[in-house]
């Protein structure tokens, strides 16, 4: 069966409507364009991401339904809370953005890795612009785990998470949740439901009720220090 696509011209900077996204595949949109920071901020403002091989044309997609976090109802489970204090491992915002994007595309396999090159330089550039931010999980002044993704108002784009040891990734998210609320934040926007996410308590959103969602806290905003570099877990003798 023939796929018809939108292609886009890297000198015209648009996108189609989500809603004209496909069902099969679910979300695909469009292809072509750039990775510059201008498209792909348009991209996260109207619920749209890339996602594509490195042997791939840039594919853009808005999947529906959404997978999506409420970081005010976000409960870890009674097994993470445990481990959480026997282990104590520390976590903070914004401390090592490039290494986590870095450690997010080589911790998986060859034919998990959708995170080029080329989108690694564009996510890091990001970072430096302010717009991409990133949670790190320590252990003995190591890096064992975090996330990142892209602040789009009172909205956390998450793009990716990696652990080097059990529960970083989970704990990453769980303190994340906390900061994120108590700063304002309203929403984190999963992409893909998969068994990791549905464990960790993730709702599915359909793509009208995420658009609008999305168009409504684009325009909020946070509690100005939110993604200054910060610690927002130290082990217990270090804590004021």
């Not at 679910?26 to 348009?42: F, P, Q, S, V």
């Not at 790190?136 to 990696?162: A, D, H, P, R, T």
């Not at 130290?234 to 004021?240: D, T």
């Amino acid at each position: 069966m023939a796929i018809y696509l939108t292609e886009l011209d890297s000198d015209n900077l648009w996108f189609p409507s989500p809603h004209e996204a496909l069902h099969d595949p679910n979300g695909l949109l469009a292809y072509g364009g750039d990775l510059t920071h201008e498209r792909l901020l348009l991209a996260y403002q109207h619920g749209i991401f890339p996602w594509y091989s490195e042997d791939d044309p840039i594919l853009w997609w808005s999947p529906s339904p959404r997978a999506v976090f409420d970081p005010k109802t976000f409960k870890p489970s009674k097994s993470l809370k445990k481990f959480q204090r026997k282990h104590e491992y520390q976590v903070s915002i914004n401390m090592a953005t490039e290494t986590v994007i870095e450690q997010c595309a080589s911790t998986r396999s060859a034919d998990e890795t959708w995170l080029t090159n080329d989108m690694q330089i564009a996510y890091k550039k990001l970072a430096t612009m302010g717009h991409c931010h990133s949670v790190e999980v320590w252990q003995n002044n190591k890096i064992i785990g975090g996330l990142y993704g892209i602040s789009i108002g009172q909205v956390f784009c998450g793009e990716s998470m990696f652990s080097l040891k059990t529960n970083a990734s989970k704990i990453a998210l769980w303190y994340f949740c906390q900061h994120f609320t108590a700063m304002r934040g309203k929403l984190i926007d999963c992409q893909v439901m998969n068994k990791h996410l549905k464990s960790l308590g993730a709702m599915e959103l359909e793509r009208e009720e995420f658009i609008q969602s999305l168009l409504s806290l684009k325009q909020e905003k946070l509690v100005a220090s939110s993604y200054k570099p910060q610690w927002i877990k130290l082990s217990s003798e270090e804590n004021p």
